[in-house]
């Protein structure tokens, strides 16, 4: 490895494999105690500058976080990229603030209830300080504004604020004093402003009585307010929502169709998917996820529970049903089971910070996609290859419906994805990498992992396509020690700029950096 | 304390800060009385300054107090003073919700627009550059709407700096920045002299035109037709033709919808010549669009097209495309067609209009799709100014007929609505044939709102055509429906009797109508007869007291003793308005 040296020469080989270290959790659990069910988190996200990251729970409550290593009052951020040595400091997050996104509703019409988990959490463009989210449950998307707002004391009223609360009661207490004026005030405010209509004559030089409030404190508290709610466009669940780089339009879709938004606009979309057969019981395939380029604000792309994706473009039609490219791979002879098509269904897709690759989850691998490329995956990472001889266990427990999600490192080098046991795992995905690691959201995520050296089967030498294996099994699993299928990460995200990642195990939200 | 005649207007202010949003906006809405009860130094020296701190409200406020501060130059001491209006106006402009922005935008619009030239300079300019180099998209993008107040007053130094301000904007980094600057680019434009018009603005167009994102390009379409009009016809065809050709062959169908809607205003602009050449291929092309869209938005403007060109080339090259587009697949291609279709016959000529739209009229006409021949129903006027309605009536019974009995009842509703516009087209002769059966059949609808707009349809029919045809082909009908069983299709009638009356006046409402009513009044469902009680309390002002004391007194005194509160409660309420008139008589 003699790249490693110098940091220009990091081209000729493929990067080190990361040493993982543990930096933060929040919500840690005492050990015996209980997970409530509406602390699940059910959604994690970094904004794209990585100094925020919100995580949505099964209680319907969004939480956020901010970075606390960054305000460094001497040197900017571009001058520290330009220094010859890392930066020693790791992100570390406080917490922020949080507020309850959604509740519990039931819907009349269809007898249905719709339960408050925040599905899923997207950031929109930062303006005048305050931050911005979508947050979406089953139903409903909202559009959360997060400010800073000056909590006001106001003094120096006209009158005694103990006397009076609004207009109707200046006239009924002030009635028996000077019964005239207040009658011709009425009650209400709207009369009591009349009586200084347009024929009414002010004094020239005003009347100096009267003073304006003076608003004193200067104390500031976050306040979290829902500015709009996009609502009654989905008849299924929502799986996904995806802003669009335009900065204009967001997308939400549901099992069966994708729905077009304008952000100002929260009472009409567009439907442009819809794979709703005709009649319901030719219906074979459903939408699992869609996300819109990062670049190109025409392009969007979304997965199907048959294990394929398709990339569309906008400009081409109104409706968007026939795809421009379809990427699948090729079954091989042979290999199907009972199983096949349901581990083939994806959970998540993303697109790589350059739009250039797709990286998708399906139950048992992770694979990249370059979007150039639709004859098959570039590359494909085995997440928990022991499972294959349980995958019996796993549908009859329901766990095979597990939807995982994943992520990739803002330079586009690694990719991680979640496992059972609360393990996750980290894969090159540079040319020539055969880094995969495995880590468990604990305080010591190395502590389960098994040093056997991944051993990448290369079918071509080529940087077109490389299958790799990472470490088959891990430790626990060897010794005879049961999976423990309830303790599953499905959550996770990478921060955008640096080598961190945020992890979801039940209620707790871990924080790893290398 | 405060005097007690100033107490509303301690309030008002006071309530400038109350906790609830409804007084606090109720407060800024009355935001002049305020000033006016300050005195115009404070109003400049305290209100201003408070309301510029006060920017942190919920938007309604913020959007109320954008709106009042655009006519605030009166209170603040005239135009002189004008400037101290721009603070607060200028911080609003910055705010992340957009209605707010566009109000403070215009606000600021309308007070530059009274300002003096040199306070324009001064303090009006510096703003919109402070805006425009603004840490936030939200500043840049309000800045782009201001440009065109600030630049006729701008001395040239200024002049040319504002011009490569605006450039910088449409190159910014953020979409929603070059949106606006794309969207505004017209209006600067207007202010631009020749020369730079033709340079630094249309290098500023063309950048917009190249971006990638569609959502810019097809703003910049928009400014197309509004430079073209400004540049001298020979420019026009030089740099804003082959950009709105090469618009017309976007790969983004929403682009193409925007060159669809916009087209025929650049005909104008570019003389006939060029139109011919070049904008009527392009637009038979966006008729012939794949996306269908694209083809709603073309077959809208059909008319307006065709207005601007030769009769000629219209037949030529328009009418086959109208033709094809009458066949489309997309019913919503074929309805926006059949919505301005029936506009091309003064277009095209009486004769072309017979050999060649009015076959197209016709398969419209029995368009399975009811807004179809719904829209083509609703245009006939137009026709019939040019061929005359004759030729259209034998395929237009059936059309209506269909639809009448429609089982959407929103369609059946749609065509009651145009029932007296037929009438008066059609003629009485054809009406009563034909139409007379449907028009009552309508008054037994099992919708209300068709049987609703059946009994309005009935009193315009009889406006239409007069009270003496009305006596014989619609109040017996309507009267003899009063008998019917259910008693929903009786309050129907008595519904239409009291739209009659005013129509038929007072003789034939005491001799025919009122007779029905007085014997409804018997009816055995109270909800009947408190609805008579509401028919001849709408009868009062028809007929002569005489007819008041003898008939409908007696009959609503028996009504207020009935059993039913509702009843009683409507006969007393008649009986009132009867004792109010007869007083004030």
Redesign the interface.
Known sequence: MSGGDEVVAAPVGPPQPLDWKFSQVFGERTAGEEVQEVDIISAIEFDKTGDHLATGDRGGRVVLFERTDTKDPGLSRRDLERMDYPISRHPEFRYKTEFQSHEPEFDYLKSLEIEEKINKIRWC??????L?LLSTNDKTIKFW?V?E??V?K?SD?????SK?V??GC?ASS?NS??PK??LA?GGS??R??N??GNDFS??????P?????V?TSQETSLVARC?RVYAHAHDYHINSISNN?????FISADDLRINLWNL?ISNQSFNIVDVKPANMEDLTEVITSAEFHPT???MLAYSSSKGSIRLID?????LCDSHSKLFEEPEAPGSRSFFTEIIASISDIKFAKDGRYILSRDYMTIKLWDINMDSGPFATFQVHEYLRPKLCDLYENDSIFDKFECCLSGDGLRVATGSYSNLFRVFGCAPGSTEATTLEASKNPIRRQVQTPSRPSRSLSSITRVVRRGAETPGVDANGNSLDFTTKLLHLAWHPAENSIACAAANSLYMYYA | ??????????????????E?IQ?RL?SIR?LS?IA????????RK??IP?LS??N?DDDEVLLAMAEELGVFIPYVGGVEYANVLLPPLETLC?????CVRDKAVESLCRIGAQMREQDLVESFIPLVKRLAAGE???ARVSSCGLFHIAYPSAPEALKTELRAIYSQLCQDD???VR?SAATNLGKFAATVEAPHLKVDIMSMFDDLTQY????VRLLAVEGCAALGKLLEPQDCVAHILPVMVNFSQ??????RYMVANQLFELCEAVGPEPTRLDLVPAYVRLLRD????VRIAAAGKVTKFCRILNPELAIQHILPCVKELSTDSSQYVRSALASVIMGMAPALGKDATIDQLLPIFLSLLKDEFPDVRLNIISKLDQVNQVIGIDLLSQSLLPAIVELAEDRHWRVRLAIIEYIPLLASQLGVGFFDDKLGALCMQWLKDKVYSIRDAAANNVKRLAEEFGPDWAMQHIVPQVLDMINNPHYLYRMTILHAISLLASVMGSDVTCSKLLPVVINASKDRVPNIKFNVAKVLQSLIPIVDQSVLEKTIRPCLVELSEDPDVDVRFFASQALQSIDHVIMSS
């Open positions: 463009q930062t303006a005048n300080g305050a911005f504004k400010q707002k000056k006001k106001i009223m006209n009158l005694d604020p009076t609004g207009n200046i002030s004093s000077c004026p207040c005030n405010s709207d009591s402003c009586y200084f002010f004094p020239p030089g005003g009347l009585s009267l003073r304006l409030p608003v500015r780089s335009d900065g204009e339009t100002e190109h604000c025409n906008l400009r081409r039609s109104a | 304390m405060i005097d007690e005649p100033l107490y509303p207007i301690a309030v008002l202010i006071d309530e400038l800060k109350n609830d007084l109720n009355r009385t006016r009860a300050l005195g115009e130094e404070r109003t305290e209100l408070f701190e006060n942190d910055t705010v992340e919700e957009t936030w998209f939200t953020m979409p929603m949106r990638d994102q569609d959502s976007d790969k983004s169908w929403r682009v794949n996306e269908a869209e």
